[in-house]
Nanobody, 123 residues
């Protein structure tokens, strides 16, 4: 099982980024995939989750209305569209996979992780 994030970068406040998570080694349609982020000195925080059930998503309150998660099972990809980015969104963003249909935004439920991609939002 391998998860590889991409799409991070430096953006000004109010800008947008689209993160991608390429997943190999598992049938993605059997897995829930979540996005987490971690800022220096802070605990890893759940951002968004896309259940294997189409349309079943979950968002942290801090990103609702600004972030949108989507998945393309045929291409084994999961995306996180991030709009109106703010400095507090800065951190390393990780995707993680969990077999099953329930979305969790707590990191201890997940055992398979990518290496992360850095997102930096300047004010």
């Amino acid at each position: 099982l391998q998860l590889v994030e991409s799409g991070g970068g430096l953006v000004q406040s109010g800008g947008s980024l689209r993160l991608s998570c390429a997943i190999s080694g598992l049938p993605l349609d059997q897995y829930t995939v979540a996005w987490f982020r971690q800022a220096p000195g802070k605990e890893r925080e759940g951002v968004s989750c896309a259940s294997k059930t189409e349309g079943d998503t979950l968002y942290a309150d801090s990103v609702k209305g600004r972030f949108a998660v989507s998945r393309d099972n045929g291409k084994s990809m999961v995306f996180l569209q991030m709009n109106n980015l703010q400095p507090e969104d800065t951190g390393v963003y990780y995707c993680a996979a969990l077999r099953g249909l329930v979305c969790y935004l707590r990191h201890f439920f997940y055992f398979d992780w990518g290496q992360g991609t850095q997102v930096t939002v300047s004010s």
